[in-house]
């Protein structure tokens, strides 16, 4: 059996009195939140937001094993102390998170999932909440079996996109954050289209904000916020 995954993205802006800071306070700013945020789950990633969006600079993604009962609290804990201290500089936008599943969907894992303890992360990553309506989940299984496989043909079309489904039922606003890495934005959307012209699509209450965000190192951040 797959062990389940805690997987959590915060978004981050930069406030003013980060920015009217001098360059080397800056990054002696930035090189502190990220010591303390590194160590909070056992992996943890950095991404680049703006300009892509204005809401948000930074996004942090972290990924936990679960162990037993309490290590989502232990987790929730570890990371708001890592950044009680800096919350004037840094300051939390927006977090997105859930648990991963074997889907009812499809059998065994697919190559195209996203395996967040592989440190082989792609340029771009796509965060976005997704929420089906009503209707969808008074059909029968079979009904939405037909639906989803029609889905799961579309997305095979594009081998080099990797996916990682995320579950939140109760736990958050929507039911599920859906994770996308690729090296090839256009080719990206042309997938994003070509999945609205399905049946399921009908189905679909809400999948936005998207959050489209790129890897940078630590040390690229730290040259970018200089």
């Given at each position: 059996?797959?062990?389940?995954?805690?997987?959590?993205?915060?978004?981050?802006?930069?406030?003013?009195?980060?920015?009217?800071?001098?360059?080397?306070?800056?990054?002696?700013?930035?090189?502190?939140?990220?010591?303390?945020?590194?160590?909070?789950?056992?992996?943890?990633?950095?991404?680049?937001?703006?300009?892509?969006?204005?809401?948000?600079?930074?996004?942090?993604?972290?990924?936990?094993?679960?162990?037993?009962?309490?290590?989502?609290?232990?987790?929730?804990?570890?990371?708001?102390?890592?950044?009680?201290?800096?919350?004037?500089?840094?300051?939390?936008?927006?977090?997105?998170?859930?648990?991963?599943?074997?889907?009812?969907?499809?059998?065994?894992?697919s190559p195209q999932e996203i395996d967040p303890f592989d440190e082989d992360r792609?340029?771009?990553?796509?965060?976005?909440?997704?929420?089906?309506?009503?209707?969808?989940?008074?059909?029968?299984?079979?009904?939405?079996?037909?639906?989803?496989?029609?889905?799961?043909?579309?997305?095979?079309?594009?081998?080099?996109?990797?996916?990682?489904?995320?579950?939140?039922?109760?736990?958050?606003?929507?039911?599920?954050?859906?994770?996308?890495?690729?090296?090839?934005?256009?080719?990206?959307?042309?997938?994003?289209?070509?999945?609205?012209?399905?049946?399921?699509?009908?189905?679909?209450?809400?999948?936005?904000?998207?959050?489209?965000?790129?890897?940078?190192?630590?040390?690229?951040?730290?040259?970018?916020?200089?």
């Amino acid at each position: 059996m797959e062990k389940t995954v805690l997987g959590h993205f915060a978004l981050f802006r930069l406030s003013e009195a980060f920015w009217a800071l001098p360059a080397a306070q800056r990054r002696a700013q930035a090189s502190a939140w990220w010591e303390r945020l590194s160590g909070s789950a056992r992996q943890v990633y950095l991404y680049q937001v703006f300009p892509s969006r204005v809401e948000a600079d930074l996004l942090l993604w972290s990924a936990e094993p679960v162990e037993e009962q309490r290590t989502p609290a232990r987790f929730f804990e570890r990371f708001a102390r890592a950044i009680n201290d800096c919350r004037a500089l840094f300051q939390p936008v927006l977090t997105l998170w859930g648990f991963t599943r074997p889907s009812i969907y499809a059998a065994g894992r697919s190559p195209q999932e996203i395996d967040p303890f592989d440190e082989d992360r792609k340029p771009y990553l796509i965060v976005y909440p997704f929420a089906k309506t009503a209707e969808w989940y008074q059909m029968s299984k079979d009904a939405r079996q037909g639906m989803m496989n029609e889905h799961i043909r579309v997305g095979k079309q594009y081998p080099a996109i990797r996916q990682w489904l995320l579950y939140t039922f109760g736990l958050q606003d929507q039911e599920f954050v859906v994770v996308y890495e690729t090296d090839d934005l256009i080719l990206f959307s042309d997938l994003v289209q070509a999945l609205r012209s399905t049946e399921a699509r009908r189905y679909t209450l809400r999948d936005t904000p998207i959050f489209t965000a790129v890897h940078q190192t630590p040390e690229e951040i730290l040259t970018l916020l200089g």
